[in-house]
Structures are given as C-alpha cells and as structure tokens.
C-alpha cells in the first residue's frame, strides 16, 4: 500500500493549486470588509472554495486509491461547505439577511455535516463512493463511482447554487442601476463553478474522472476580484429603496396633481409635527395652512426652496424644496417635498457670522505676521542680507534664466582677511559691527536686480544677473575699497581687516550652479594666496576660450 504522501504532480494539479491560491486572496479581500452585507459570507465561501481547490490539486497528485480517497476526505470539507456559503452570501447582498437566523443556518448546515460524517466513514456503507477505478484516460485520474450519499449532496448543492443565483438575479429588479455591473459580475462568478460541476455530473467532460468545479473556482475568484476592484463590491452595498425611505433622516412628502397627499416617510411625520394632518388624501392648503410659503410654492413653475418654523414652540428651523414633476404627456404630475431640519445649520451659520467678525482682525495680524516671518527665514539676522537658502534657490531660478535669455550671469565671493584674528583680540560684539557694516555696504552698492547673501560666517556671495565677468570685477573691486572705509568706521582702524574676492561669470568660467560657485571659491582662494585684500577671477573654461587665428 503507498503512503498517502506519494504525489506525482499534473497540470491539472497545478491549476487546482492556482485555483487555491486565487480563493484565498478573494477571501482575504473579503474579509477586509466583513462588515459590508455579504463581507463574511463571501471571505467564508472563497475559503471553502480554497480548501476544495487544495484538497483537489493533492487528490490529482496522490497515487493509489487509498491515498487519493484520503485526500477525497478532505476536500469534502470545502466542497460541502461552499454551496451553503454562497447562499448565505446571496441572502445578505440581496439585504434579506433577516432570514439569515441561528435556527435557519442550523437547519442549512444539517446536510453539509451528515455527508461530510458520510465521506468520513465511506469505508463502513460505501454510501458516498460506491466504487473506484482508474480512468482509460490515463494521466493519473480516478473514477469515484457514487452512492445515494452523493446524490444528496449534489441535489442540495445545486439547490443552494439555483436559490442564489435567483436571489442575486432579482436584485436587477429591486435595485437602482449603478449597481448592475457589480450583480451581473456576482452573477457570473456564481455561474462558473456551478456550470463546471454540472459538466462534471453529467459526464460531458472528455476525460473521465476529472471535475473541473475546484478549478473553476479560480476563474470565479478572478471575476470576484474584478468586481471588488472594478465594481467596488463591498464597498457600494445595494440598499433597497424601500429601506432607503425608511430609514433616511430626511422627510418625503409626495402631492399629485390636484395636491393631495399620497405617500411620506416617518421622517416627515417627525418633522412636521403632530399638528399637520398627515394624512393621504387631504389636500396641500389643509396640510400647509400654517405656512403660507409654502403654498405659494406649490403653484411655482419651478423647483423653490422654502424655510418654516415647526415644534410646538416654533424651536426647530426647517427648509422644504418643492419639485414640481410632469408626466409623460406634460401635464403637471404632483409635488414631491424634501424636508430637512437646518435647525442646527442656521444656529451655526450665525455662530460664525460672529466669530468672523473677530477672525478678521486677528486674521490681518496672523498675515502681517506670516509675512514678517517669511522674510525672517530667508534673511542672515545678524547682516539682514539674504541666507544660504534663499541664495541656493535663487542662482539655480537666476541661472536658468541666463540660459533661456542667453545673457550673462556672475558669481562674487567675498571673504574677510585676518577676520579670527580680529575676532579673538577685538571681540565678538567689534566683529559682528564688521559683519552689520559690511552687510549694510553690500545692501546700498548692489542694484535692485542683484542678490546679496551671508553665504556663512565671514564669507559673502553676491548673484549678479547681467553682468558680463569685466562689470563683476569692477563692481567687487568697489566694494573692497570701500569695506576698508567701514572697517576703519567700524574699528578705528582697519585693525587688519581687508576684504579679498574671487569673481566667476557663466558662461565663461562654468556651465552649471555648482561649477559656477566652486569656480568664484577657486578665485577667491586665489586671491588669499597672493597675499590678500585683492579681487580675481577665475580661469576661462577651455571651452570658452577663442580659438588662434591661423596665418
């Protein structure tokens, strides 16, 4: 006798496995929204469907009959249970999940359980296989010859499948349209495996023993998920009209022609109260006596809206739109009235009038203040000249510019000489007063157009749009000699301090934001070498440098 865990794997094996794995993750989707109508009975029943899909691909694979009959044993845990599954699930999508009690699921589970206590003592009566025998198919298939048992579990079962089907079939008629694709797809992935197993039942498959129902099962997850994703199942759940009137918090009055009353929902017998005469047949005047309004809007052409006090002590606000509908043939048809209570809306709506009358001051203050610290983010508090970050946005916003205009762009690094020195023997609070003068130098010698930054403690950088390399150069040489006047202003003498600058133009001496700094930072270390208190500018890029003339 073989052991129950020799295998020998088939295609047909393969796409049970497929099928398994397809059922569980519908019934993990599912199971996301077990509180939707139909969530748990769908995440349950793609379980069961998983559980015959895995049971059958190990059948298909197990060799001997004694194996493939242990295996048959545990797929019956999923085949009898997914028919009644489906059942309950089409009871809770069709909204008639008041039928779904204890006793009923009780009752519904009887069968599955005696030919699941069948499968399990076949060996004993033979009352749900009678007999075995290999398929002249070959391929590793076993024909189960079936005992009275089975009969009742595919008579029940297809029962269960017929009730479903017909359950979520009549839901076209019940409910609104947008929700027509999601049931035809339910429709369809209900169809699949029951098709499958009919074929099966009835011999029309040309390779006896083999039932394709566990496998189909992965076509229905596909159609399901298609109809999750696609359709939204689950998560727009068909309501019932009916249900929808019911239980919606706003009232429905409905007036034909002659403006009679002819239907209303409870939240119209609330909101109106006990004093109007709610009753069908009495007419608009008698019903809406005490708000003239609103029989003038009776006799509107158009769609009016109009708002009455209601309640014994006139406490509560409500607003009425009065719609006027037409028949086919254009005569007026009747009224139909939405109340809605905006008691609490209006107390609101002047809560708010207030509240925005002090809002705006404090808004106009919030505003100054937003602005004030904007400009704080983007300025050196010490210099008021621009930081490093507005200097970084602004040469990447400037540079572009040059590009697309095609006119030039330079680059001034300033840095001050002996500074430390100055700083240790003088001082913080005489070196920062170098630092202010030099700011304030910088913020009255540059134009509008130019952008002047503390790039970081002695270290300067001033964006010069449109000046070719020579006007940089004059311009940093300007402000050197006139720093030396602050310095003496600041110190009383130059006290050591000198200003050095190194000066760098795109497109002459780089190409990029990067490039273009570093080469302003290479002139200015050039500078420092050749003893300071100079300005220079960088090399020309091979590029840029003009080609001999020959001859």
Not at 334 to 354: F, P
Request: glycine content about 8%; charged content about 20%; some cysteine.
């Amino acid at each position: 006798m073989r052991s129950p865990l020799a295998f020998d794997l088939t295609l047909f094996s393969l796409l049970c496995v497929l099928a398994a794995w397809s059922s569980a993750l519908v019934a993990a989707f599912a199971w996301r929204r077990r509180d939707i109508p139909g969530g748990r009975w769908l995440a349950g029943l793609m379980v069961a469907a998983a559980q015959w899909s895995l049971g059958a691909a190990i059948e298909l694979s197990s060799v001997g009959v004694p194996a493939k009959v242990f295996w048959s044993k545990f797929e019956y845990l999923g085949t009898v249970a997914a028919p009644v599954l489906l059942l309950f699930f089409a009871l809770e999508y069709a909204r008639l999940e008041r039928w779904l009690t204890r006793r009923a699921i009780a009752l519904a589970s009887a069968v599955p359980v005696l030919v699941l206590g069948l499968a399990f003592t076949n060996e004993r009566h033979g009352w749900i296989w009678s007999g075995f025998r290999a398929s002249p198919a070959g391929l590793n298939l076993l024909v189960y010859e079936h005992g009275p048992g089975f009969v009742l579990l595919a008579a029940y079962s297809h029962l269960c499948v017929v009730v479903a089907f017909a359950l979520v079939a009549l839901t076209l008629l019940r409910f609104p349209p947008v929700y027509r694709p999601q049931t035809i797809a339910v429709l369809g992935a209900i169809a699949l495996p029951w098709f499958a197993n009919a074929s099966y039942l009835a011999g029309w498959l040309p390779l006896a023993g083999l039932d394709l129902t566990p496998v189909s099962f992965a076509a229905m997850g596909v159609v399901l998920a298609l109809a999750i994703v696609r359709f939204r199942l689950l998560k727009v759940v068909p309501v019932a009209r009916d249900l929808v009137l019911e239980r919606m918090n706003d009232g429905l009055v409905v007036l034909d022609g002659e403006h009679r009353l002819v239907d209303l929902n409870p939240a119209a017998r609330r909101l109106l109260g006990p004093a109007v005469p709610l009753v069908p047949g009495r007419r608009g005047g008698e019903l809406f006596a005490r708000w003239p309004g609103l029989q003038v809007a009776l006799e509107a052409e158009r769609e009016t809206r109009e708002e009455i006090v209601a309640g014994e002590r006139g406490e509560r606000l409500l607003e009425v739109q009065v719609t006027p509908f037409r028949d086919r043939e254009g005569r007026r048809g009747g009224h139909l009235l939405l109340v809605r209570e905006v008691t609490d809306r209006r107390q609101a709506e002047l809560a708010l009038a207030t509240a925005n009358l002090r809002l705006r001051e404090q808004l106009k203050e919030i505003e100054a203040l937003q602005a004030t610290l904007r400009e704080q983010a983007l300025r050196d508090a010490l210099t008021g000249l621009y930081n490093r970050r507005y200097l970084e946005d602004a040469l990447e916003r400037e540079l572009a510019r040059a590009r697309r205009e095609e006119t030039p762009l330079a680059v001034a690094l300033l840095d001050l000489d002996r500074f430390k020195v100055t700083n240790d023997t003088l001082g913080h609070q005489a070196a920062d007063e170098v630092l202010r003068r030099l700011g304030a130098l910088l913020s009255a010698l540059t134009r509008q157009s130019d952008v002047a930054c503390r790039y970081g403690g002695d270290e300067f950088v001033v964006l010069m749009p449109g000046a070719t390399l020579d006007q940089a150069l004059a311009r940093a040489e300007q402000w050197r000699t006139a720093f030396a006047e602050a310095a003496i202003a600041a110190l009383g003498s130059t006290g050591g301090v000198t200003l050095s600058a190194g000066v760098a133009a795109f497109p002459e001496q780089a190409s990029g934001a990067v490039d273009l700094v570093r080469a302003a930072d290479a002139a200015l270390y050039a500078a420092k070498a050749a003893g300071r208190d100079r300005v220079l500018s960088a090399p020309l890029r091979p590029e840029a440098v003009p080609a001999p003339v020959a001859g």
